[in-house]
């Protein structure tokens, strides 16, 4: 697999349902951690919320996921909101749904279809985009290597995730995974300059 699909910009919908109202926030993540936060963030906005219902899912290996009933009936918010998720197969992306409760039970099949609803109004508000798969390399080389290093990054779109300048320079880059072979060879020509896989 050299592509996978996430969503390029957070977006928020509204569903409302015998007076409950659903707010579902999608945005993109890359770690549990930033999910995390998101939500501590979501949570102080809503503070009368009665729910905070999520799923999520990270990377490519389709092992990196969660999802979160937050009190509601077992099934009926996290599994729908994952189920839109993947239903659009899309990955490092994140669903919060806040309910507000209007004071009638709407029921398993009612929550179940109220959080699968207002899901996939969020996904539908924000463009999906495809992104390489990126393969983490780590690069040294002399500084004087910068130029030619730089040349060879751009030139396979490869992504710059740390880089500390000094006489000697480390990097660490993500090569898209198409590329990669032709990518190293270019990176092992240049004379000088160490290449390791993370």
């Not at 999910?35 to 503070?47: D, I, N």
């Not at 495809?130 to 690069?139: A, H, M, N, S, W």
Request: hydrophobic content about 40%; proline content about 4%.
């Amino acid at each position: 697999m050299n592509h996978y699909y996430t969503i390029e910009k957070s977006s928020v919908a509204e569903f409302k349902d015998r007076g409950s109202k659903f707010l579902a926030y999608a945005f993109p993540v890359s770690t549990a951690d930033d999910f995390k936060k998101r939500l501590k963030e979501l949570k102080e906005e809503h503070p009368k919320a009665a729910h905070h219902c999520f799923a999520y899912r990270l990377g490519i290996d389709n092992n990196n996921f969660r999802s979160s009933d937050d009190g509601e009936p077992s099934g009926s918010a996290g599994k729908p909101i994952l189920g839109q998720i993947d239903s659009k197969e899309l990955t490092n992306v994140a669903v919060v749904v806040v309910r507000y409760f209007g004071g009638t039970l709407l029921g398993v099949p009612g929550l179940i279809n109220a959080y699968k609803t207002s899901t996939s109004l969020a996904l539908q508000l924000t463009a999906i985009i495809q992104k390489p798969v990126l393969v983490q390399y780590e690069l040294q080389f002399d500084y004087t290597l910068m130029n030619e290093v730089m040349m060879v990054v751009k030139r396979f779109g490869c992504v710059v995730l740390q880089n500390e300048m000094q006489l000697f320079c480390r990097m660490v880059i993500g090569i898209p995974k198409e590329d990669l072979e032709l990518c190293l060879d270019k990176l092992n020509d240049l004379h000088g300059v160490e290449v390791k896989e993370l």
